[in-house]
C-alpha cells in the first residue's frame, strides 16, 4: 500500500530563516505531488504541483519554492521567511488522472 | 477558474442524529467531487468521493449526492457519533490530466453525546 510521509511535524522558525520541508511518498511511481498550505481554522490552499522530476508548476505567488529532486520526493523551501509564512503545510500525492488525492500527516510552522 | 462555498461553517447535532453538509461550485465543467474529513492536528482523509456520471454514492453512514444541473453537492452523514466530530471539506477538480483540487472552506462538525 501507499504511504505518505512529512517531517518535521513541528518546526518554529524565525523570521527571515531559510526553510526546507520534505516529503516522500512510498509504494506508488510517478506520482503527482502537490504541496498545500492551511491557514488556522481556514481551507487549503494549493501551492505547488509537480507532474513529474523536475517539473514544479506555482500557483500562487510567494516566498516559497518547491523542488522534486526525485520521483517520489517533494520540497518546499524558503531563503527567507516571513510572519505571513506561518500555517499548516500538507503534502498530498495522486495517480495520473483524475484520481483520489491523498494527504500526508502535515508540518505545523510557526514563523516567530 | 473554479470556486468552491460550503456551508454551513459549524453544525452541532446529537449523537444518532444526521448530519448534511452542502457544497455549490461553479465550474460546470468539474466532474470530480470528494470528501476530506480533518481530525486536529492531522491531515485530511478522504471519506468518500462522486464523479459527475453518478447522482449518489453511500458508505456505510455517509453519503454523497451530485446535482449537476444545480451545481451543488451535499455530504449526508446518518446515526452520528462522538467520533464523526471533526471538520470536513468539499472540494471540486476538473477533468483534466492534472487534478488540480479547489476545496470549500470546510465545516466543523460537532456530535455530542
Known amino acids: 500500500s501507499q504511504t505518505i510521509h512529512q517531517w518535521p511535524a513541528t518546526l518554529v522558525q524565525p523570521v527571515g530563516s531559510p526553510l526546507s520541508l520534505e516529503c516522500t511518498v512510498e509504494?506508488?511511481?510517478?506520482?503527482?505531488l502537490y504541496w498545500y498550505r492551511q491557514a488556522a481554522g481556514r481551507g487549503l490552499q494549493l501551492l505547488f504541483y509537480?507532474?513529474?522530476?523536475?517539473?514544479i508548476s506555482s500557483e500562487v505567488p510567494q516566498n516559497l519554492s518547491a523542488s522534486r529532486p526525485q520521483d517520489r520526493q517533494f520540497i518546499l523551501s524558503s531563503k527567507k521567511l516571513l510572519l505571513s509564512d506561518s500555517g499548516f503545510y500538507l503534502c498530498?500525492?495522486?495517480?495520473?488522472?483524475?484520481?483520489?488525492?491523498?494527504f500526508g500527516p502535515g508540518t505545523r510552522l510557526t514563523v516567530t | 477558474g473554479e470556486n468552491v462555498e460550503q456551508h454551513p461553517s459549524t453544525l452541532s447535532v446529537q449523537e444518532g442524529d444526521s448530519a448534511v453538509i452542502k457544497c455549490t461550485y461553479s465550474d460546470s465543467a468539474s466532474n470530480y467531487f470528494p470528501w476530506y474529513k480533518q481530525e486536529l492536528g492531522k491531515g485530511p482523509q478522504l471519506i468518500i468521493d462522486i464523479r459527475s456520471n453518478v447522482g449518489e454514492k453511500k458508505d456505510q453512514r455517509i453519503a454523497v449526492t451530485l446535482n449537476k444541473t444545480a451545481k451543488h453537492f451535499s455530504l449526508h452523514i446518518t446515526e452520528t457519533q462522538p467520533e464523526d466530530s471533526a471538520v470536513y471539506f468539499c472540494a471540486a477538480s476538473g477533468n483534466t490530466g492534472f487534478q488540480k483540487l479547489v476545496f470549500g472552506t470546510g465545516t466543523r462538525l460537532l456530535v455530542s453525546p
Open positions: 498530498a500525492w495522486s495517480l495520473i488522472g483524475p484520481y483520489e488525492q491523498y
Open positions: 509504494g506508488t511511481s510517478n506520482p503527482n
Open positions: 509537480s507532474v513529474g522530476i523536475g517539473q
